[in-house]
């Protein structure tokens, strides 16, 4: 079993739906990373969390360190935010990323 | 804004053959990783360094991987020789020390095709 596991590993959404990513980890953690890496293959940071709620634009990601679990939430979703979406968690050195989410949102 | 540098963006090479792969992390960054990403998969880590020092690279192939990051700024990965199964995507990142929680980039990769 993966230490960090994402679901769903798929999903198509139509424009302007709200869409939501999960990420479960069974490892000790100093933070949680959302990422989000486009076809050309260049991965670009959204979100570091360690407790709580962090929004930006139509992004919100929450992450719940009892439950070992966060979520990255898109709200009207956009044909642009097609993107595989990766969730990783960070210990001291240590970075352990999931398996990524491909979302197709279409028009 | 700052970004990691990587070269070249795509590589096609034949199996057997030597290739190489440069990166330049954010000014100040003294942690560099390297790491690769085989489609449909998560990046697995193949090397950090502090400065230039490597001080993980317990998943490096050692046979045919060498890395090196020789005045502790910029960083070549090297393949020799290129197998099938090492096409994929391979990624620089850097973070300003260690564990930090802040400042952690990814360059944009470079594409390894070996036929």
């Known amino acids: 079993k993966n230490e960090v596991e994402q679901s769903p590993q798929n999903l198509t959404a139509q424009e302007g739906e709200f869409i939501t990513i999960n990420c479960s980890y069974s490892?000790?953690?100093?933070?949680l990373h959302w990422l989000q890496q486009h076809p050309g293959g260049g991965i670009v940071s959204l979100f570091m969390?360690?407790?709580g709620k962090k929004k930006h634009g139509r992004l919100i990601a929450t992450i719940n360190i009892q439950e070992k679990h966060s979520s990255l939430h898109i709200t009207a979703s956009h044909p642009r935010d097609s993107a595989v979406y990766i969730c990783?968690?960070?210990?001291?050195?240590?970075?352990?990323f999931g398996a990524g989410t491909r979302l197709t949102v279409k028009p | 804004e700052a970004e990691v540098a990587q070269s070249p963006r795509y590589k096609i090479t034949e199996k057997s053959q030597a290739v190489a792969f440069w990166c330049d992390p954010i000014s100040g960054h003294a942690t560099l990783y390297w790491y690769r990403q085989i489609l449909g998969q998560g990046p697995e880590l193949l090397v950090q360094f502090q400065d230039e020092s490597v001080v993980d690279d317990s998943q490096l192939p050692k046979d045919r991987f060498s890395a090196e990051r020789l005045k502790g700024v910029d960083s070549t990965l090297k393949i020799q020789p290129a197998e099938l199964g090492d096409s994929a995507m391979y990624l620089c990142a850097s973070s300003f020390t260690p564990g930090a929680n802040y400042g952690y980039t990814f360059g944009s990769g470079t594409r390894l095709t070996v036929v």
């Open positions: 969390l360690s407790s």
């Open positions: 990783a968690v960070r210990n001291n050195n240590d970075m352990r």
């Open positions: 490892v000790g953690i100093s933070a």
